[in-house]
């Protein structure tokens, strides 16, 4: 099975602050499972390094209000090109991430405090009924 993975989680430096979230536990499913890395904010235009961004009244933003929606957007829609032309029909993704986040992440106030909702990218997936879960959600992997 081809299955979408958010980069950072096999160890690419691509988040906002140039490192990765490395899951030794993710990585290990490439024994059994084709691992596609993705990152969604590179592919929208963002920059490695970036300043942090975070989900706000529909918006994806900075903590100066900045809006980065349009970038994330777009990073999402490559990333959907991809998962359909690899067939891909499930992902993991980074947790709590703005544009990776499934189920929970941060409010846009830039102050740690978590809510429901998912990312920008896991949303497009889900919508175009691929299944997503997060780098501590992989019982049905393994």
Known sequence: MNILVSS???GLDCRYCAG???SESVAALSKSHTLIPVCPEQM???PTPRA???RADGKV???DGRDFTAPMEKGAGEVLKVANLLSCTHAITKSKSPSCGCGIIYDGTFSRHLIEGNGVMTQRLLDAGIEVTDENHLSRYL
């Open 20 to 22: 990765s979230s490395y």
């Open 44 to 46: 929208g235009g963002l």
């Open 52 to 54: 942090p961004l975070e």
């Open 8 to 10: 950072c989680l096999l």
């Open 61 to 63: 933003v900075d903590k």
